[in-house]
């Protein structure tokens, strides 16, 4: 295959749609999907929420539809990026489970009860004069909000995610807990692991390092190995 035909996958979850793009090394659009979002969840007056797994929901039927157009797609994928809505974060288990909706940056829902800071830290603020502004931003802070109002999910927390760590969670397996969950549930296609539709790439997440011996494992969503 020649490197012309390579392609790059960009997974865009945004506020209002998600979108999987493919363009080419040239930085040319081949292929567009867009799914819009219109089932927030708005339980109380100032909160703005959205379920998690619907995000991921959302990205994959857009890679799948994106694959009907040219199946041949898949196996000159290269690359993926992702990039979403920001400030907007999720609570999961060690199983890689949402246990809350995802709280959106849109979310006006404040803490009341903060953790208090180290002294020398109080200290500093206040000799600047920012102790109100540091309070403001503990305020603001969902984790924060999710611990005084949901103890037991915080306490059952293993990880709090921004959306697109989530993608990427989804995506992922670090070889202990399968961190993919491909359409709501984890699928594997003659004994390889699948999500949107095409192996995944697999990342050692113990070290933070890619293993160079299993390489041919190492797979990217939409297809194909990363080119050495």
Same mark, same amino acid.
């Given at each position: 295959?020649?490197?012309?035909?390579? $392609?790059?996958?960009?997974?865009?979850?945004?506020?209002?749609?998600?979108?999987?793009?493919?363009?080419? $090394?040239?930085?040319?659009?081949?292929?567009?999907?867009?799914?819009?979002?219109?089932?927030?969840?708005? @339980?109380?007056?100032?909160?703005?929420?959205?379920?998690?797994?619907?995000?991921?929901?959302?990205?994959?039927?857009?890679?799948?539809?994106?694959?009907?157009?040219?199946?041949?797609?898949?196996?000159?994928?290269?690359?993926?990026?992702?990039?979403?809505?920001?400030?907007?974060?999720?609570?999961?288990?060690?199983?890689?489970?949402?246990? %809350?909706?995802?709280?959106?940056?849109?979310?006006?829902?404040?803490?009341?009860?903060? @953790?208090?800071?180290? @002294?020398?830290?109080? $200290?500093?603020?206040? $000799?600047?004069?920012?102790?109100?502004?540091?309070?403001?931003?503990?305020?603001?802070?969902?984790?924060?909000?999710?611990?005084?109002?949901?103890?037991?999910?915080?306490?059952?927390?293993?990880? %709090?995610?921004?959306?697109?760590?989530?993608?990427?969670?989804?995506?992922?397996?670090?070889?202990?807990?399968?961190?993919?969950?491909?359409?709501?549930?984890?699928?594997?296609?003659?004994?390889?692991?699948?999500?949107?539709?095409?192996?995944?790439?697999?990342?050692?997440?113990?070290?933070?390092?890619?293993?160079?011996?299993?390489?041919?494992?190492?797979?990217?969503?939409?297809?194909?190995?990363?080119?050495?």
């Amino acid at each position: 295959m020649k490197a012309r035909d390579d $392609l790059v996958l960009a997974i865009d979850c945004g506020t209002q749609s998600v979108r999987a793009l493919l363009f080419d $090394l040239a930085g040319n659009l081949v292929g567009r999907v867009q799914e819009g979002l219109n089932d927030y969840q708005s @339980p109380h007056p100032g909160w703005h929420q959205h379920d998690g797994e619907a995000f991921w929901q959302a990205a994959a039927r857009c890679c799948r539809q994106l694959w009907q157009q040219d199946d041949a797609w898949r196996a000159q994928l290269r690359g993926v990026a992702v990039t979403t809505q920001r400030g907007s974060i999720v609570p999961v288990d060690a199983d890689g489970n949402c246990l %809350y909706p995802v709280i959106t940056w849109l979310d006006q829902r404040r803490a009341s009860a903060v @953790p208090a800071v180290k @002294p020398w830290w109080a $200290l500093a603020f206040g $000799l600047i004069g920012e102790r109100s502004t540091v309070r403001a931003f503990q305020r603001e802070a969902d984790v924060n909000w999710l611990a005084e109002h949901e103890p037991e999910i915080h306490r059952r927390t293993h990880k %709090y995610l921004l959306v697109s760590g989530l993608l990427h969670q989804r995506r992922a397996d670090d070889g202990e807990v399968r961190w993919v969950s491909a359409w709501s549930r984890r699928e594997r296609v003659n004994g390889r692991l699948m999500a949107f539709g095409v192996p995944v790439f697999q990342i050692d997440w113990t070290d933070g390092r890619r293993d160079q011996d299993a390489a041919p494992r190492r797979r990217l969503p939409g297809g194909g190995a990363l080119r050495q």
